[in-house]
């Protein structure tokens, strides 16, 4: 049981290359988020999906784009990175149904990347 | 989500307890108060959750008062595996969204 899973682990983008981070989870969990982390910051919501098929934006979406693949997988696009970008990825995810609001997720180790 | 306000900073002797303090004054009725920590450089790691009865698991307990406006997370025995940003979230209702602040650093010293 691997859990969330992201790659890469390390990249560097120059300003307005465009790349995919991937993450997948092993857990048949419905919801799936992608945050960022900036130094010395807490986490900020980019996108989440409540569960295959559906995609929202969360707190600083501007310069992104996701796709929920399938229920284990779901990416995010930066379809020209620039240097405002440099920070650290995280995916997560959780499961949700209508009768719960039981809000634990779990997530991945992290991308962390550099926009010259 | 009702804001939290925590420490930035706490220090804790290895083999004692730790109690983390977290305000959340403006809580409303179907909301939770979770606590994630975060070890340097890894993605956040649930603790535990409550909503107004006290919590307990392996990891931690949490002490939420009667009128909701705060809490405590408590590690028994602190080790210094413990070291980490622990953040204090309120989440609930249909709200799945959970909201980082800048958290408390504790530091665990020998």
């Known amino acids: 049981n691997a859990g969330v899973t992201q790659t890469p682990k390390f990249q560097v983008l120059k300003t307005g290359q465009s790349m995919t981070l991937q993450c997948a989870q092993d857990?048949?969990?419905?919801?799936m988020y992608w945050y960022r982390q900036d130094p010395g910051m807490g986490l900020r919501l980019i996108y989440y999906s409540a569960s295959e098929g559906t995609t929202d934006k969360g707190e600083v979406p501007n310069g992104y784009n996701v796709s929920r693949l399938n229920k284990r997988e779901f990416s995010l696009r930066l379809e020209s990175a620039a240097p405002s970008q440099t920070s650290v990825y995280f995916c997560a995810s959780r499961h949700s149904s209508s009768s719960s609001n039981y809000n634990e997720q779990f997530f991945g180790p992290g991308t962390r990347l550099t926009v010259l | 989500d009702a804001k939290t306000t925590q420490p930035p900073s706490m220090d804790c002797a290895e083999g004692r307890a730790a109690n983390l303090p977290c305000n959340h004054s403006?809580?409303?009725?179907?909301?939770?108060v979770y606590w994630y920590r975060q070890i340097h450089s890894q993605g956040p790691q649930y603790i535990i959750h409550?909503?107004?009865n006290n919590e307990t698991n392996e990891m931690a307990s949490l002490i939420i008062t009667e009128d909701r406006k705060s809490s405590t997370l408590i590690l028994p025995h602190a080790t210094l595996r413990d070291t980490a940003v622990y953040y204090c979230?309120?989440?609930?209702?249909?709200?799945?969204?959970?909201?980082f602040g800048k958290g408390t650093l504790l530091t665990v010293n020998p």
């Open positions: 409550g909503l107004k």
């Open positions: 403006t809580i409303s009725g179907n909301e939770y």
């Open positions: 979230i309120v989440s609930g209702g249909s709200n799945y969204k959970l909201t």
């Open positions: 857990m048949n969990h419905n919801s």
